[in-house]
Nanobody, 116 residues
Framework: QVQLVESGGGLVQPGGSLRLSCAASGSIFSVLAMGWYRQAPGKQRELVATLTSGGSTNYADSVKGRFTISRDNARNTLYLQMNSLKPDDTAVYYC??????????WGQGTQVTVSS
């Protein structure tokens, strides 16, 4: 089993920044990719950014140039640096881990609210 725990969410004004963290623990053998998704009220969960084991990144068009995904392998932690935040970025942000074999894992989510 793999456990993912997100942190770093909160209330921030438009134009502000936050850094989300996702700490992974448990039986982590081989990871294909990790990523961040978000779900706003009344909307479907959507991809924000992904990072493969080879270091390739992919971002939603709406966050390109503002968000940066990264990881610290020694700490088994995934990060999402979010700059120039907008009210449309308000959502619950979820961490996702996709192993080489088997089903993926989700964290419990962390709320990000962008409001003045």
């Amino acid at each position: 089993q793999v456990q993912l725990v997100e942190s770093g969410g909160g209330l921030v004004q438009p134009g502000g920044s936050l850094r989300l963290s996702c700490a992974a623990s448990g039986s982590i053998f081989s990871v294909l990719a990790m990523g961040w998704y978000r779900q706003a009220p009344g909307k479907q969960r959507e991809l924000v950014a992904t990072l493969t084991s080879g270091g390739s990144t992919n971002y939603a068009d709406s966050v390109k140039g503002r968000f940066t995904i990264s990881r610290d392998n020694a700490r088994n932690t995934l990060y999402l640096q979010m700059n120039s935040l907008k009210p449309d970025d308000t959502a619950v942000y979820y961490c996702y881990l996709r192993p080489d074999i088997g089903s993926g894992y989700w964290g419990q989510g962390t709320q990000v609210t962008v409001s003045s």
